[in-house]
């Protein structure tokens, strides 16, 4: 286990609505990054924190939002939900002391 | 940008005997790492095993060994003696080793099958 957790496991959205996803990464995991992996492709990065500050985004709208909590705990927030942000949403955190991001199970996301 | 490319989109081997994944990627820089990440149906992201770029031995990991190849940007898995529980997608991955510019570049995954 990598000792990162995300909720909920699964989630369906209509069209419009917005959507909340959560993860909690281990103590010590100052980076938390977040993936869309669509399916049958590989995970494409969205943006990351560090230390409740975002600093990497990667070529998603500003619908896609986050926030980075000092208990290691973080958020993906979707607004305005279109049927292509149907996916696997998946976060990833890592130590300041390495390169290697651990992730969590997923949150599989349906838009209606 | 860098690009990661995962040539075979689907392998299969029978238990017991070894495969190699191929992967190759595209960068200017000339300090970052490289993974292998395993995916199996439970979708959850598991690394299998890192490469530094500086480093010029090739990692292993148990069963697993890569074949890095800086000069030709490849950067291949081998698996030996093959087991079920080896069944999944199996992901190449780069990133630099600059602070603020960490995000992982993923390829488009291999799904490998391991045939009883």
């Known amino acids: 286990e990598t000792g990162v957790t995300q909720s909920p496991t699964h989630l369906i959205k209509t069209r419009g609505q917005q959507v909340t996803l959560r993860c909690s990464s281990q103590s010590g995991h100052n980076t938390v990054s977040w993936y869309q992996q669509a399916l049958g492709q590989g995970p494409q990065f969205i943006f990351q924190?560090?230390?409740?500050?975002?600093?990497g985004r990667g070529n998603f709208p500003p619908r896609f939002s986050g926030l980075q909590f000092p208990n290691y705990s973080s958020e993906l927030n979707v607004n305005a939900l279109e049927l292509d942000d149907s996916a696997l949403y998946l976060c990833?955190?890592?130590?300041?002391?390495?390169?290697?991001?651990?992730f969590g199970p997923g949150t599989r996301l349906l838009v209606l | 940008a860098q690009t990661v490319t995962q040539s075979q989109p689907e392998m299969s081997v029978q238990e017991a005997e070894t495969v190699t994944l191929s992967c190759t990627y595209d960068t200017s820089e000339s300090n970052y790492y490289l993974f292998w990440y395993k995916q199996p149906p439970s979708r959850q992201m598991i690394l299998v095993i890192r490469q530094e770029a500086y480093k010029q031995q090739n990692a292993t990991e148990n069963r697993f060994s890569v074949n890095f190849q800086k000069a030709a940007k490849s950067f291949s898995l081998k698996i030996s003696d093959s087991q079920l529980g080896d069944t999944a997608m199996y992901f190449c991955?780069?990133?630099?080793?600059?602070?603020?510019?960490?995000?992982?570049?993923f390829g488009t995954g291999t799904r490998l099958t391991i045939i009883p």
């Open positions: 990833a955190s890592r130590l300041d002391s390495e390169e290697t991001q651990y």
């Open positions: 991955a780069f990133t630099f080793a600059n602070f603020g510019n960490e995000k992982l570049t």
């Open positions: 924190y560090y230390r409740e500050e975002e600093n």
